[in-house]
């Protein structure tokens, strides 16, 4: 068997996907939604390459996947991150900006393909972020709650055009979180 051939590069895939998800510390239940291995390979993938190799830095998040949605609108700033790493699914086209402002799964790609592009953005979250209130789990409820639940949306800032995260069954003031924030900086306009 040679890693390079072609029947299983699928497999590398996966592999190197859960290991990437682990880094940032992504639950069992997240990684196999994007991987399709068992629950079992994947523990034995973090006790075989991090937990036996003392990388105590990664942890690994029990229980279930965080799912309410008010991490990403109680606040302007929690607002302005959680619209920041939304921008980013479009950017790393993780998903598409559909009907009325509704972020759409992209159309042929694999859960392989879509666990890469979450990562991606993710990482770019991070970066731009150094304190970022996110992590890889939050994100994760993010893509869920714009993609699957639509419990969040991309709105549109009746001040300055610009897109931005809201909750869909709340009432809107259609103020993006950064006119809001500029509106309450000391001497802005009353």
């Known amino acids: 068997m040679r890693v390079t051939d072609h029947r299983y590069a699928a497999e590398l895939d996966r592999f190197d996907l859960a290991v ?3 880094r940032h510390e992504a639950r069992t239940g997240t990684i196999r939604a994007c991987t ?3 629950e079992d390979r994947i523990r034995k993938i973090y006790g075989a390459y991090f937990k036996a190799a003392g990388a105590t830095t990664v942890r690994r998040q029990r229980g279930k996947s965080p799912r309410r949605i008010a991490q990403f609108v109680s606040s302007a700033p929690r607002q302005l991150e959680a619209t920041v790493l ?3 699914f479009l ?3 993780a998903g598409e900006l559909g009907r009325e402002g509704r972020l759409e799964r992209v159309a042929g790609a694999d859960r392989i393909a879509l666990g890469q592009r979450l990562c991606q ?3 770019a979250y991070r970066d731009l972020h150094p304190e970022p209130r996110l992590s890889f789990e939050w994100a994760w409820n993010l893509y869920q709650s714009l993609v699957d639940s639509r419990e969040l949306y991309f709105a549109t800032c009746a001040l ?3 897109h931005y995260v809201q909750d869909a069954y709340a009432l809107d003031y259609r103020h993006c979180p950064f006119c809001e924030m500029k509106d309450q900086r000391p001497g802005a306009r009353a």
Do not use: N, T
Request: proline share 0%; glycine share 22%.
């Open 160 to 162: 300055c055009g610009g």
């Open 36 to 38: 399709g291995l068992s």
């Open 20 to 22: 990437r998800m682990i």
């Open 86 to 88: 939304a921008g980013l």
């Open 121 to 123: 953005a993710f990482e």
């Open 91 to 93: 950017l790393c086209h």
